[in-house]
Each structure stands twice: as structure tokens, then as C-alpha cells.
């Protein structure tokens, strides 16, 4: 029977029994003789093993959140960007970083290091769709991350004024939070705004996962260094 790869990347998850999940789905597996390693302990022979399917937890790539200079980073980013007045554009991949961020924003709106009634724009219609299951399914979602949506946001319609609100939100100069996919900035929400602001001096793009190195936002990372 072919091997089956399991890519488990990091520790952070909004999901309460995840560890236990993965632990039972291998011991179910190995019954079978399928293989399972983690990311940091790929085999050598990887190329040569018959790969039945491949199975990942994010899609944080190389990018590692659990680091605590990640969140020092943003934390400080935002507080910094808005108290100049400025926009802040977080692209995001949908599931996962999209819910992470907000939770943060509203993290940094709870302690007071930015104002409570900073705009934060949502949009994407893939990640409004996973922002309610995580809010109101029941998908095993830790208490806590239920309530991960800051005060203060403003969800792009999915009907036909979507276009018109988005363009409202880019004219506007008051400081603020915009949080869009796709999280390299190739295509989606963020890519639209990314078009917008790509030399407003008044934006701050800022990267928070994996950036392909054909992706815009690893061009926008490694123009600025």
C-alpha cells in the first residue's frame, strides 16, 4: 500500500483536540503500514516514496508563529503604523493567519495601544465564510479563538456594491485596518488593494505568512531590504 505523508506544521491551532485527532488518525494508519513523519524530520529518500496523499495542518510554509518575535513584530508594526495615521493591509490566506490576525488586532485594541474604535475592514469572501463557522459551528473551536473578531469592524459585501464599498475604504485616509486574502498578494482581496496603495506612503503592506519567491509579496519584501 503507498506511504502517506503527513505534514504537521506547528503547535498553534484553534482546535481543541488537534494533537489527539492527528495521534489517532496515524495509529488508524499504521495498521496499514502508512508512513507519517513531521515537517522538521523529512526522510532523505522523500523523493522516491509512493505519496498516496499529503495532508497540512497550515499554510504557514516556512514561516514559524509561535515564534514570540512574530507577534513583537506585528504588535509593534500596527501600533507604530496607526498612531501616524495610517493603513495598515494585512494580506492573509483565508484560513488559519486571516482568524490569528483579527484575534491579535483585537488583542492590541483590548490592552488600549491602539484606539478602540479603529476601523478594521474584513473582507474575502472565503475567509468571512470560515470567520462564521469558526464563530458559530461546532467544529471542536477552543472557547477562546470563537471570539477572536475585534470591536469596531466592517465586513465587504459579497453582492454587487462590493466594489463600490472597497474604493470607499481605499479614498478613506483615516487610520486603519484592512484584512484580506490572498496572503501573497497574487491574487483575491489583497491583491486589489495592494494595486491601490503599492506607493502610498500613507500604507503599510505587511507579510504575515509564506511568501513564494514568484509571489508579490516576496518582491515587496526583498525590494524594501
Known sequence: MPNTFLLFVGDRTPYKNFNRLVKAFAELS?????????VDAIPENIKNMKISSFVTESTYGNVDSTNSKFDECLVENTVWAIKRGMTVLYPTFALGRHQEVLYKIKQIKEKELIPKETLVVVDGKASQIYNTRFQY????????????MPKYCKCIPRDLTKKFVRNEIIKNNDPKII?????????????????????????????????APNSVMYKLLNTLQ
Do not use: R, W
Open 30 to 38: 499504521a495498521k496499514d503500514k502508512n508512513l507519517f513523519f513531521d
Open 179 to 211: 484584512v484580506a486574502p490572498g496572503g501573497m498578494c497574487d491574487y483575491g482581496a489583497a491583491s486589489v488593494y495592494t494595486k491601490k496603495f503599492i506607493s502610498d506612503q500613507n500604507v503599510m503592506i505587511h507579510g504575515v505568512g509564506y511568501a
Open 137 to 148: 459551528s461546532d467544529l471542536g473551536i477552543k472557547l477562546e479563538m470563537k471570539k477572536f
